[in-house]
């Protein structure tokens, strides 16, 4: 008994050390998430009080806004104000609905085109299956802006200039490449024997596509969705060459808030208010989309 004493003794200790130490790094953990937050918050917070605060200058804006300042004219700014008389909108209410209009055509778009041809690529050989994707790789390589004087001389070529809407064939060409690849990565992970059942059964190719492809590769069509729909807010090259301020987005108007040479609309508030009312679509499909963003990474870092 005497000699078991100092072996308790010591599992005693060690087993005390353990929680003091595992209670260390959990205080540590907690630390670094709070800390994270509070970088990641604080500009929000700031961006709020901004734009509730009146005038149009940054300086001295207070981290918590100032109730006796209180004052929505930024607000009011962006839902009120027309450049033009009789306009249906707002300038920047406007602005936004076509970001909307080409950000959901986008992800129509971009999941159609990526879906079959990731289906095709994993479950097709055909000759020149891999310089295509090789090509893909290399296209990815170049960003589209690259390109930004041969887009605009075919754009003018064709009439396409100051048609919102069909920049969504720029975004969605330029999403297939990388698109391809993870799809066809999780399509190959789906056993070729569902198709040969289905096969035998009397579906079609197509069938097999729509019945049983599509449904099991939800997450990482999800994933590729929420992509799509976020890339065009903010994208301001592409629209501010190929179009007029009358077919303006969103974010050629912003960026008309923090010009100090355009003095009718320069109001960093005023952009304060209009960055908040943007990230609200954008907030909202994350929010709603989170599951598939999580699991399309993984399956796309696992499958590809």
Request: hydrophobic share 50%; aromatic share 14%.
């Amino acid at each position: 008994m005497s000699e078991n004493r100092p072996l308790t003794l010591v599992k005693g200790r060690q087993t005390q050390a353990a929680l003091m130490r595992n209670s260390i790094l959990r205080f540590l953990h907690y630390l670094w998430l709070t800390l994270t937050c509070l970088i990641i918050l604080v500009p929000i917070l700031w961006m709020i009080s901004a734009s509730l605060s009146k005038g149009k200058l940054l300086s001295g804006v207070p981290l918590i806004p100032d109730f006796s300042k209180f004052s929505l004219e930024h607000y009011e700014y962006l839902f009120t104000y027309k450049s033009q008389t009789g306009a249906q909108f707002s300038d920047f209410v406007s602005a936004f609905l076509r970001s909307l209009q080409i950000a959901v055509a986008n992800t129509f778009a971009v999941v159609l085109l990526t879906t079959i041809t990731g289906f095709v690529f994993s479950r097709f050989k055909f000759r020149g299956k891999k310089s295509i994707l090789v090509s893909f790789l290399l296209l990815q390589m170049f960003p589209s802006f690259m390109g930004m004087i041969a887009l605009f001389m075919i754009y003018r070529t064709f009439g396409w200039l100051n048609k919102p809407i069909l920049l969504t064939l720029i975004y969605a060409a330029g999403a297939i490449p990388y698109n391809t690849y993870l799809i066809r990565g999780y399509m190959r992970s789906i056993p070729l024997s569902i198709d040969e059942a289905a096969l035998i059964d009397g579906a079609s190719k197509t069938q097999v596509f729509t019945k049983i492809i599509l449904p099991l590769s939800t997450p990482i069509i999800g994933f590729i969705a929420v992509n799509a729909f976020m890339a065009p807010w903010m994208d301001y090259m592409l629209p501010n060459q190929l179009l007029n301020m009358q077919n303006q987005t969103v974010a050629i108007f912003l960026y008309r808030l923090t010009d100090p040479l355009i003095t009718l609309y320069y109001n960093p508030l005023n952009f304060m208010a209009g960055a908040l009312v943007l990230a609200t679509p954008i907030t909202i499909v994350q929010f709603y989309m989170q599951r598939f963003i999580v699991y399309g990474m993984a399956a796309g870092a696992e499958k590809g």
